[in-house]
C-alpha cells in the first residue's frame, strides 16, 4: 500500500534517517532510540527507514545521491533525520556538497530554523546571564544566497587570477523567508498556517503565553546595495501587514555586538543564508556551543529535514564520547513539525533533566560515554511518558 503521508492526514509517519559519516553514525542512533521511547506508549506508529549515503558509499561505489531519491523522499517520507557528512578521505567533500546541499535546495528547504535556549547557566560564557536571558529563534534563508554555487575564475592559476562568488537574492525567496519569520513570531513561536509544518515544540516552552514575539531582521544592505535594497523593500512591505508584530532592523555587524552584549533583545532573528550560517554559531555558543544545537531545514507542509548543527567530528569519531543532545534536540523538532508536541516537549525536558544531572559527555564536562547518554535519556523518557 502507497505511504500516505502524515502531512496529509495519513495513519502513520515515516521517516528516513541518514546517519553520514564520522559522530554522525553514533548521534543519529541515540535520537532513533529517545523518538521509539516517546511514541511508544502514546502508540504513535513510527516507520523508520535508514539509508547509507555518505562518504563509504561514495568511496566503495561513486555514489553521492542517489538518482530518484529526492522524489522518493518527497512522496514516501514526512521527514528526514539527519546526522552529518564529512570525512578526511573525501577531501573535496562532494559528497556532502551533493548529499545535504542537493536535499536543501531540490527539496526546497527554504527555511533554516536554529533555535537556541540556555538550559543551565554554567554552559554561557556571558557572565551574570540566567537561562531566561538567552532564547531564540535564528531563521535563515536556506536556498539561495551566497551558497547557490554561482561564480567562476579567471586566470585561475596565475598572478592575474580572479575569482567570483555571486550572491543571488531573489523577490520569492527573500519574501517567503521574511514572512514564515513574520508568522512565527506572530503566533508567539507557532507558524499559524499549517501548525504541523512549525517547528512550535521547541519553543511553545520558550514563550508560553502565546504573545508575538520580538523580530530583528538583520541584513548588510549600508555595504552590500543591491541585495540589501530587495531585504529593505521587502521588510518594509511586509511590516506594514504585521502592525501587531514587533519587528525591526539591524546591521548584521551590529547585531552580532548586541547578542553578546544583551541577548534578552532577541527572539526572533530572520537574515539571510550567510549571515545566519554565521550569527547561529554565535548564537548556538552563547548556550553551550554546538553539541547542544539543532536545526531544522523546513518547506511548509512537505517533507522536512531535521540535524543537529555540528558536522561529522572526524577526530573524535569511533570514541563513543560523541554528545548526542543536538540530535536529540533536532529530533524533538521534527515531533513538532510532525504534530507531536506533547512527545517533542518530552525530548527536550530529557535533555534538561540530564544537563541538570551532569548526565553528559566530555565535551560539555560530563563523565559519559554516548551510548549512557542514550540509556539514561531513554529511561527518562519511558518514565515520564
Ligand atoms: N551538517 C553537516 O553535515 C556538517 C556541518 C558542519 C561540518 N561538517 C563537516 O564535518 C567535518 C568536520 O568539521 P568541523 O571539525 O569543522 O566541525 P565539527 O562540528 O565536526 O567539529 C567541530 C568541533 O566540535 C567538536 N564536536 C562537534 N560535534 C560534537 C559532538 N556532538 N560531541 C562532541 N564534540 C563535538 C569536534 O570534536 C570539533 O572539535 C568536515 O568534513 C565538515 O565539512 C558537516
Known amino acids: 500500500m502507497p505511504h500516505i503521508p502524515l502531512r496529509h492526514g495519513g495513519p502513520n509517519a515515516r ?13 543519529t542512533p541515540v535520537a532513533v532510540n529517545v523518538i521509539k521511547a516517546a511514541t511508544a506508549k502514546r502508540h504513535r506508529p513510527i516507520d523508520f527507514v535508514e539509508f547509507d549515503w555518505g562518504a563509504d558509499k561514495f568511496l566503495r561505489e561513486k555514489i553521492t545521491l542517489p538518482e530518484g531519491a529526492v522524489e522518493m523522499l518527497q512522496d514516501e517520507f514526512d521527514a528526514i533525520l539527519f546526522g552529518a557528512l564529512g570525512d578526511p578521505r573525501v577531501p573535496s567533500n562532494q559528497h556532502a556538497a551533493d548529499i545535504l546541499l542537493g536535499l536543501r535546495f531540490k527539496l526546497d528547504l527554504y527555511v533554516n530554523a536554529r533555535p537556541t535556549e540556555l538550559f543551565h547557566e554554567r554552559f554561557t560564557p556571558l557572565k551574570d546571564r540566567v537561562c531566561n536571558d538567552i532564547r531564540l529563534m535564528v531563521f535563515r534563508e536556506n536556498t539561495e544566497g551566497i551558497y547557490v554555487g554561482a561564480g567562476g575564475f579567471f586566470k585561475k592559476g596565475t598572478a592575474d587570477e580572479v575569482a567570483t562568488q555571486e550572491d543571488i537574492n531573489t523577490r520569492k525567496g527573500v519574501e517567503r523567508i521574511l514572512r514564515y519569520a513574520l ?98 554559531d554565535l548564537t548556538a555558543q ?52 510532525l504534530g507531536w508536541h506533547d512527545e517533542a516537549q518530552l525530548l527536550k525536558q530529557s535533555v534538561k533533566a540530564a544537563l541538570h544531572d551532569n548526565i553528559s559527555t566530555p565535551d560539555l564536562h560530563g563523565p559519559k560515554q554516548t551510548h549512557e547518554v542514550s540509556d539514561w535519556l531513554v529511561n527518562y523518557i519511558s518514565k515520564h511518558s
Open 183 to 280: 508568522d512565527y513570531a506572530r503566533g508567539g513561536g507557532v507558524v499559524a498556517r499549517g501548525e504541523s509544518s512549525s517547528p512550535a515544540a521547541f519553543s511553545r516552552s520558550h514563550h508560553p503565553t502565546h504573545k508575538p514575539l520580538r523580530l530583528c531582521m538583520a541584513d548588510k544592505s549600508n555595504a552590500m546595495t543591491f541585495a540589501g535594497d530587495l531585504w529593505q523593500r521587502t521588510f518594509k512591505s511586509l511590516q506594514l501587514k504585521y502592525p501587531d508584530v514587533d519587528s525591526r532592523h539591524l546591521y548584521i555587524d551590529t547585531l552580532a555586538m548586541e547578542l553578546v552584549r544583551d541577548p534578552r533583545q532577541f527572539d526572533v532573528i530572520v537574515t539571510n543564508n550567510l549571515f545566519g550560517d554565521i550569527i547561529s
Open 15 to 27: 521517516i528516513a534517517v541518514i546517519p553520514g559519516d564520522g559522530i554522525g553514525k553514533e548521534v
Open 286 to 337: 552563547l548556550a553551550g556551543g554546538l553539541g547542544l544545537a539543532p536545526s531544522g531545514n523546513i518547506h511548509p507542509g512537505k517533507t522536512s529535514l531535521f540535524e543537529p548543527v555540528h558536522g561529522s567530528a572526524p577526530k573524535i569519531a569511533g570514541k563513543g564520547i560523541a554528545n548526542p543532545f543536538g540530535s536529540v534536540l533536532a529530533s524533538g523538532m521534527m515531533l513538532g513539525f
